[in-house]
């Protein structure tokens, strides 16, 4: 279900076989695809969970099939929280302490720990660290769970949970600041495009962030690795400004959005192989980009509507007037009335009927936050 099926620019739509589930299947089908489209390119706009195997088509692809993802082994080690943040800590770059928990136990082991610390110097501040899947977890990275806890409370959270050896957590320092994240495509370590932007967990709204400090952290980074290809990092800024990259997702962003009024990212894309002029970024006059099912899902569900409603309905009419809907191009209207009209609704239908718990629905990425998600 993906509503830019519908789209002038789709020349055509094919569904290939789950790659988490039968990966050899995938990585062929996407191969044969490729050689009967002589393709130049393939672009990854993945979910988390398929980056790694779309990482793998690489070796698999026509030899003038050019890939974005990045390279296999770099996609399996930047994925893992714990590795990246201890990558760029050998840098010299900032980045949280993260500690791998492969165990109810080991995570009962760093709480005592932590409580212990506390306790024995009970005038000196000490550190807390959220607790997170080292997987792309759907429903469990709403929940900002922090250490150190009450035992008590941290056996209740551990029953809701599974950890082990092949479903590592981490314990990572919690950094109090501004939530920031970024994209950029890179080649042999140069950064060809780069957008920034204020984040949240549920980040529906994009508007660039011109920091300098994001982005020579993310050119430092590319260049000492001399990646190619696809990578989002993501920051929480320090009062005094200080960058400390949280994780790694070696794939697109959706703040990519901003260059809706620039080709810039396009001729970036459609030619791996020019000769590095300097790094793209978004126009200046681009403005906020924003889903229109998000601002219309606020303004009706947040407390106060009766009392408030004349002075949303002018907020709702200001960001149709003077912001970017991300779907709605008036050449091309199909995905966006596909969007809201098919492929939500099919997507809530599908959940009511089969009766899997989700959290909310997500019309930039275009799925359910749901049980099981990917």
């Known amino acids: ?183 950029a495509i890179v080649k042999d370590g140069n950064l060809l495009s780069f957008v920034a932007n204020a984040a949240s967990i549920s980040c529906f709204n994009y508007s660039p962030e011109r920091n300098p400090r994001l982005r020579q952290w993310v050119q430092t980074f590319c260049e000492a690795r001399r990646l190619s290809g696809v990578i989002c990092i993501d920051f929480i800024v320090e009062a005094d400004g200080t960058p400390y990259a949280i994780e790694c997702n070696p794939r697109f962003s959706s703040n990519i959005t901003c260059f809706y009024n620039s080709s810039a990212l396009g001729e970036v894309c459609v030619d791996p192989h020019a000769p590095f002029t300097g790094t793209k970024e978004p126009l200046a006059s681009c403005v906020e980009t924003y889903w229109l099912f998000s601002e219309v899902w606020a303004a009706l569900t947040k407390p106060g509507l009766l009392r408030d409603a004349p002075a949303r309905a002018r907020a709702l009419l200001h960001t149709v007037r003077h912001k970017k809907d991300a779907y709605f191009d008036a050449h091309d209207p199909l995905p966006f009335l596909a969007h809201l009209f098919v492929h939500i609704p099919t997507l809530l239908l599908r959940n009511v009927r089969n009766g899997n718990r989700w959290a909310k629905i997500d019309p930039c990425i275009g799925k359910m936050t749901e049980e099981n998600g990917d």
């Open 1 to 183: 279900m993906v509503a830019s099926r519908f789209s002038k620019c789709v020349d055509r739509f094919v569904t290939v076989p789950v790659p988490e589930k039968e990966t050899d299947a995938y990585l062929a089908a996407m191969a044969a695809l490729a050689e009967e489209e002589g393709a130049d390119l393939f672009v990854p706009v993945t979910s988390p969970v398929a980056s790694q195997y779309e990482a793998q088509l690489e070796r698999v692809l026509p030899e003038k099939c050019h890939s974005w993802s990045l390279s296999h082994q770099e996609t399996v080690l930047l994925d893992d929280k714990v590795v990246f943040c201890q990558a760029a800590e050998a840098l010299g770059l900032p980045a949280p302490a993260s500690h791998r928990v492969c165990s109810h136990a080991e995570a009962h082991a760093f709480n005592d720990r932590l409580r212990d610390e506390a306790a024995r110097e009970p005038t000196t501040k000490h550190a807390k660290y959220i607790f997170k899947n080292l997987q792309y977890d759907s429903m469990h990275r709403l929940d900002l769970f922090t250490l150190p806890c009450a035992p008590a409370e941290l056996a209740a959270y551990l029953d809701t949970i599974e950890i082990d050896e092949a479903n590592p957590w981490t314990a990572q320092t919690f950094i109090v600041g501004d939530e920031y994240s970024s994209c």
